[in-house]
């Protein structure tokens, strides 16, 4: 259906060409031409439009995407993929080993066991051997307690037992013991006899081999020496060498004490 103002505007122009011509027109051409035309009309506007609405939006998502500059390295690596959690592992704080036991230097020298008496002579003596009678010394004869018997105390600790001969009497079972006697007078320090205290620094002396069965006794630095003039003497060697080594001669099995 046509408007009213466009039906007025036909009928108007029928009645002038009536009027001109004296017949009237092909009405239901005409306006099917007309109507054409308006259609023609109404078509292309809407194409314009649309065409102008592409373009606005091209425009628009131009504006809107970044621009990319050209890529010069290779194409990033796809993201690894996500594998299963695994949870961290907990920290575990290794467990020291043990320390190995301190084996008393000697345990494997049967001399150095505690279970032997031995005599004991200087290796660079000509002869003689040592003696306690009241203080250690170099004798010839067989005076004084010339047994010996190296109780290991730990690494190469010894505590140093001294026994006369065996003759069956309880004395002669009843020790003796090494210990530094330091005099406080500023003359060498020696050895003599004393109770046995284990405990006491001054009867802990280290023994240590030497090489062909000669040993070296020393008590927390000072090494027994042989003096021409002093005899057995505990000295310092400081650059000195070592002058004075000792060999121990396996007597017998070691005895038991007096009051075991």
Same mark, same amino acid.
């Given at each position: 259906?046509?408007?009213?103002?466009?039906?007025?505007?036909?009928?108007?122009?029928?009645?002038?060409?009536?009027?001109?011509?004296?017949?009237?027109?092909?009405?239901?051409?005409?306006?099917?031409?007309?109507?054409?035309?308006r259609?023609?009309?109404?078509?292309?506007?809407s194409?314009?439009?649309?065409?102008?609405?592409?373009?606005?939006?091209?425009?628009?998502?131009?504006?809107t995407?970044?621009?990319?500059?050209?890529?010069?390295?290779?194409?990033?690596?796809?993201?690894?993929?996500?594998?299963?959690?695994?949870?961290?592992?907990?920290?575990?704080?290794?467990?020291?080993?043990?320390?190995?036991?301190?084996?008393?230097?000697g345990?494997?020298?049967?001399?150095?066991?505690?279970?032997?008496?031995?005599?004991?002579?200087?290796v660079?003596?000509?002869?003689? !051997?040592? %003696? =306690?009678?009241?203080?250690? $010394?170099?004798? /010839?004869?067989d005076?004084?307690? +010339? *047994? @010996?018997?190296?109780?290991?105390?730990?690494?190469?600790?010894?505590?140093?037992?001294?026994?006369?001969?065996?003759?069956?009497?309880?004395?002669?079972?009843?020790?003796?013991?090494?210990?530094?006697?330091?005099?406080?007078? !500023?003359? %060498? =320090?020696?050895?003599e006899? $004393?109770?046995? /205290?284990?405990?006491?620094?001054? +009867? *802990? @002396?280290?023994?240590?081999?030497?090489?062909?069965?000669?040993?070296?006794?020393?008590?927390?630095?000072?090494?027994?020496?042989?003096?021409?003039?002093?005899?057995?003497?505990?000295?310092?060697?400081?650059?000195?060498?070592?002058?004075?080594?000792?060999?121990?001669?396996?007597?017998?099995?070691?005895?038991?004490?007096?009051?075991?």
């Amino acid at each position: 259906m046509m408007p009213d103002d466009h039906l007025d505007d036909a009928l108007r122009s029928l009645a002038a060409h009536a009027g001109r011509t004296g017949r009237l027109p092909n009405v239901p051409a005409d306006v099917r031409q007309r109507g054409d035309k308006r259609r023609k009309r109404r078509y292309a506007g809407s194409a314009a439009l649309g065409v102008a609405l592409v373009g606005l939006l091209t425009a628009g998502i131009a504006v809107t995407q970044p621009a990319r500059g050209p890529q010069t390295g290779p194409p990033a690596a796809p993201p690894a993929s996500a594998g299963p959690s695994t949870p961290p592992s907990a920290t575990t704080t290794p467990t020291p080993s043990p320390a190995p036991p301190t084996t008393p230097a000697g345990t494997s020298d049967p001399l150095l066991s505690g279970t032997r008496e031995v005599t004991m002579v200087r290796v660079q003596a000509s002869e003689g !051997g040592l %003696s =306690l009678d009241g203080r250690l $010394a170099e004798v /010839d004869d067989d005076s004084g307690r +010339q *047994r @010996f018997v190296t109780k290991p105390l730990g690494g190469d600790l010894f505590q140093v037992l001294s026994y006369t001969r065996a003759n069956n009497h309880p004395a002669a079972d009843e020790p003796s013991c090494w210990q530094v006697y330091n005099p406080n007078s !500023g003359r %060498s =320090l020696t050895v003599e006899g $004393a109770l046995c /205290d284990p405990d006491n620094p001054a +009867q *802990r @002396f280290t023994i240590t081999a030497q090489g062909k069965g000669a040993y070296a006794i020393s008590n927390q630095g000072a090494f027994l020496q042989f003096s021409p003039t002093k005899g057995l003497i505990m000295e310092e060697l400081g650059d000195a060498p070592l002058l004075s080594t000792f060999r121990f001669v396996d007597v017998g099995p070691a005895r038991t004490p007096a009051g075991g």
